[in-house]
């Protein structure tokens, strides 16, 4: 439907020693609108309904970013990030009709940018402990309001398993907390608990089961409306 585009992207690198190094990135992105996004029609909980758009065009990303990343000793690392982006047709949705009901739009312009740090630390045995905090500012460039459906504090922490030998399992659980997320009238906080497990087949193939929102929460403002389960299959080519 779309045809095909070029994103370039440049790279640098510098090694400070070692174990740090900076980094810095400049390039584009190019994202067309998913199946569901275009024509999906898909009730949340019996609350709304979220409907595709068949107009929508694709996001198209322009930006930057510089990071400085840490190892110390072999098993924790560390890297900070800030990031600069300006995007157009930037996929997002709106309130439609007087009720609570959705539909996705492309919004003109939007420019965000925030920081992004990150720890990691191997237990042994396989396990992984991950921290991760977010800021972020995302501003629509038409109306120089905040965008809509972002928090502007995002925190992580996960635990990953996975198997040490063959490498074909991997379990995956982590708490994720927003705060100050702007839902486009007002501003919510909440949390919820997910956990994935994968099964690999080679370098190709891999299955896939989960649930997001273990605890079964419901928060309006931030589109928790109960337990959701996952299950798929990946094939790489």
Same mark, same amino acid.
């Given at each position: 439907?779309?045809?095909?585009h070029?994103?370039?992207?440049?790279?640098l690198t510098?090694f400070?020693s070692d174990?740090s190094?900076?980094?810095?990135n400049?390039g584009s992105?190019y994202?067309?609108?998913?199946?569901?996004?275009?024509y999906?029609e898909?009730?949340?909980?019996?609350?709304?309904?979220l409907?595709g758009?068949?107009d929508?065009?694709p996001?198209k990303?322009? /930006?930057y970013e510089? #990071? *400085?990343?840490?190892?110390?000793?072999?098993t924790?690392?560390?890297?900070? @990030?800030?990031?600069?982006? !300006?995007?157009?047709?930037a996929?997002?949705?709106?309130?439609?009709g007087?009720g609570?009901d959705?539909r996705?739009?492309?919004?003109?312009?939007?420019?965000?940018?925030?920081?992004?740090?990150?720890?990691?630390?191997e237990?042994g045995n396989?396990?992984?402990?991950?921290?991760n905090?977010?800021?972020?500012d995302?501003?629509?460039?038409t109306t /120089?309001?905040?965008? #809509? *459906?972002?928090?502007r504090?995002?925190y992580?922490?996960?635990?990953?398993? @996975?198997?040490?030998v063959d !490498?074909?399992w991997?379990?995956t659980?982590?708490n994720?907390?927003?705060?100050?997320?702007?839902?486009g009238?007002?501003t919510?906080?909440?949390?919820?608990?997910?956990f994935?497990?994968n099964?690999?087949?080679?370098?190709?193939?891999?299955?896939?089961a989960?649930?997001?929102?273990?605890?079964?929460?419901e928060?309006?403002?931030?589109?928790?409306y109960?337990?959701?389960?996952?299950?798929?299959?990946?094939?790489t080519?």
């Amino acid at each position: 439907s779309f045809g095909s585009h070029t994103s370039p992207n440049l790279g640098l690198t510098y090694f400070i020693s070692d174990n740090s190094r900076f980094k810095a990135n400049y390039g584009s992105a190019y994202r067309a609108p998913s199946v569901d996004e275009l024509y999906g029609e898909f009730s949340h909980g019996g609350m709304f309904t979220l409907y595709g758009n068949p107009d929508l065009k694709p996001e198209k990303t322009k /930006g930057y970013e510089i #990071s *400085y990343e840490h190892e110390f000793a072999d098993t924790t690392s560390a890297k900070l @990030t800030y990031f600069n982006q !300006k995007k157009e047709d930037a996929i997002n949705t709106e309130y439609i009709g007087s009720g609570w009901d959705q539909r996705f739009i492309n919004v003109d312009e939007v420019s965000s940018e925030g920081v992004e740090f990150e720890v990691k630390h191997e237990l042994g045995n396989g396990f992984t402990l991950f921290g991760n905090y977010d800021w972020l500012d995302a501003t629509d460039d038409t109306t /120089g309001e905040r965008l #809509s *459906y972002t928090a502007r504090n995002t925190y992580a922490v996960r635990l990953q398993w @996975t198997e040490p030998v063959d !490498k074909e399992w991997s379990v995956t659980a982590w708490n994720k907390w927003y705060s100050d997320y702007f839902d486009g009238s007002d501003t919510y906080s909440g949390n919820t608990f997910n956990f994935v497990v994968n099964k690999r087949f080679g370098d190709k193939y891999r299955v896939f089961a989960g649930i997001d929102n273990l605890f079964n929460k419901e928060i309006d403002g931030l589109n928790y409306y109960g337990r959701l389960w996952r299950v798929g299959a990946e094939m790489t080519f």
